[in-house]
């Protein structure tokens, strides 16, 4: 079974820390994703990477970065957290050729900045 | 502007009867379409797919229909379970210049299966 492991289920951090989300996953995928999941606004991709050291923006990066140093680990990092980044955060994986099989989630990270 | 919609905010049914989750998007170079369920406190959960070139896939309990002159896409639950009842999200994918593949997601409908 694929395993995408977030480090922390749950977060609360100060406005203008600089705040690190982790991901791990187990099937030697080439593609990870961080996105956010807010109510009535679905799944929205903020960064993606499809190799080591490689990274793209996806919709909506503002105040985001990531770091992908090694093909199991792929970091997202808040780099001054405010307020409107309070949401629940998540992580996926999935080969880089991938039409028969689909991203696998982690359970997310539920992240409050006060 | 939000390529994949998903109009219904939530849905209630009567286990046992036919579950009919809707999605519509906009952009013509998707080439895949997935359903992902999601319960709360975890990862969404990839149900079923449809490639762009096919009208129906089937699983089991789970229908996935694409209408792709209407842009179109359905989910059919035959019959509910009270297991059933998640959030269902719609996504499409695109693949990007670099080769990789991406998903845009809808919204999100909230199911609810009464006994």
């Known amino acids: 079974d694929v395993k995408v492991t977030q480090s922390s289920r749950y977060l609360v951090k100060r406005t203008g820390e600089k705040v690190f989300l982790e991901c791990v996953q187990d099937?030697?995928?080439?593609?990870m994703f961080w996105y956010r999941q807010d109510p009535g606004l679905g799944l929205r991709l903020i960064y993606f990477?499809?190799?080591?050291?490689?990274?793209e923006k996806g919709d909506i990066p503002e105040g985001y970065s990531v770091s992908r140093e090694k093909k199991e680990r792929f970091s997202l990092i808040l780099e001054s957290a405010s307020t409107n980044q309070t949401s629940m955060y998540l992580c996926?994986?999935?080969?880089?050729?991938?039409?028969?099989?689909?991203?696998?989630f982690g359970d997310g990270t539920r992240l409050s900045i006060l | 502007d939000q390529q994949v919609k998903q109009n219904s905010p939530s849905l209630s049914v009567q286990e046992g009867r036919i579950s009919i989750l809707n999605c519509d998007y906009t952009?013509?170079?998707?080439?895949?379409f997935l359903w992902y369920k999601k319960y709360p406190a975890e990862g969404p959960t990839f149900l079923i797919s449809?490639?762009?070139?096919?009208d129906k896939n089937e699983d089991g309990r789970f229908t996935v229909f694409l209408n792709k002159s209407a842009k179109h896409l359905s989910l059919h639950i035959v019959p509910s379970q009270p297991g059933d009842s998640a959030v269902y999200f719609c996504?499409?994918?695109?693949?990007?210049?670099?080769?990789?593949?991406?998903?845009?997601f809808g919204q999100g409908t909230r199911l609810t299966i009464n006994p």
């Open positions: 996926a994986s999935s080969f880089f050729d991938s039409h028969n099989q689909p991203q696998h």
């Open positions: 099937m030697d995928h080439e593609n």
């Open positions: 990477s499809y190799d080591v050291k490689m990274k």
């Open positions: 952009n013509s170079m998707f080439d895949y």
């Open positions: 449809i490639s762009s070139i096919k």
């Open positions: 996504a499409a994918q695109v693949i990007g210049i670099e080769g990789a593949q991406k998903l845009v």
